[in-house]
């Protein structure tokens, strides 16, 4: 039978969404998908998956998680380092602001530097975002940016006259990750580390929220993984 797109990258028969529907409900369905669709993205090789009904049962995808050992955000950003100013910067700047690496990548010299905050309008909620740089990271985009032009890319692709491709910026950290011996990370996983260590500092769930254009606090401690790290703490010297 002849499948239809329900997200971009995936796809189901008629039959197939009738009967995950009424296995799921449509609201779980709706998440699922996404989750599909946002791990096909992250990871291309899930972009072979010849079943999107089989994987929407199985609920087989790696979440991506953010980095909660400090040493190893080191170890990731001397990796980088050794790659490039740009795969270590890339991975510095979206540590410390949290945006989606699709608003990351759009960036431009003029953008930040000599700027205090990043005004920009974010490519998925299409809202208005003014965030600023911290001190640290100011001084660090300025030794960045100092032989660059004002209308040149952040993260500049090496093969075109454009910045940087979210699947080649995805490779970037996946690679990186790997080889310092870190598992479930993608193209999330700055915005995600930045949120988790932002919380672990301030403990204010609502100003998080706000930071990071979530409807709700719960879709927060869900995206931070803080959900699965307090349950897993309550359940660990839980005994009866």
């Known amino acids: 039978m002849e499948k239809r797109l329900y997200a971009e990258f995936v796809s189901l028969t008629d039959g197939e969404y009738m009967y995950l529907t009424e296995k799921y409900g449509g ?15 992250e990871d291309p090789k899930r972009q072979e998956i010849k079943s999107d009904f ?4 199985s609920e087989g995808m790696k979440v991506v998680e953010p980095i909660r050992d400090k040493y190893m955000i080191e170890r990731m950003k001397r990796v980088l380092k050794q790659q490039s100013e740009r795969n270590w910067f ?56 100092a032989y660059m032009e004002d209308g040149e890319y952040l993260f500049p692709s090496k093969k075109t006259d454009g910045p940087l491709k979210r699947i080649q910026a995805y490779k970037i950290l996946k690679n990186a990750a790997e080889s310092v011996g870190l598992e479930n ?20 769930i609502a100003l998080l929220q706000n930071i990071l254009n979530h409807s709700h606090p719960s879709i927060t401690l869900k995206y931070i993984g803080i959900n699965q790290e307090m349950m897993d703490k309550s359940l660990e010297s839980f005994s009866l």
């Open 27 to 41: 609201q779980e369905l709706k998440q699922r998908i996404a989750n599909l669709d946002r791990s096909k993205r």
């Open 90 to 145: 890339l991975f510095v700047m979206g540590i410390n602001t949290g945006l989606r690496i699709s608003d990351l990548l759009k960036l431009r010299v003029r953008d930040v530097r000599h700027k205090t905050h990043i005004e920009l309008k974010e490519e998925k909620t299409k809202k208005l975002k003014r965030f600023l740089i911290n001190f640290e990271l100011r001084k660090t985009i300025e030794e960045y940016t």
């Open 54 to 57: 089989r994987a929407i049962i």
């Open 185 to 204: 990370i993608g193209s999330h996983t700055c915005r995600k580390t930045f949120g988790y260590w932002h919380y672990q500092m301030y403990q204010d």
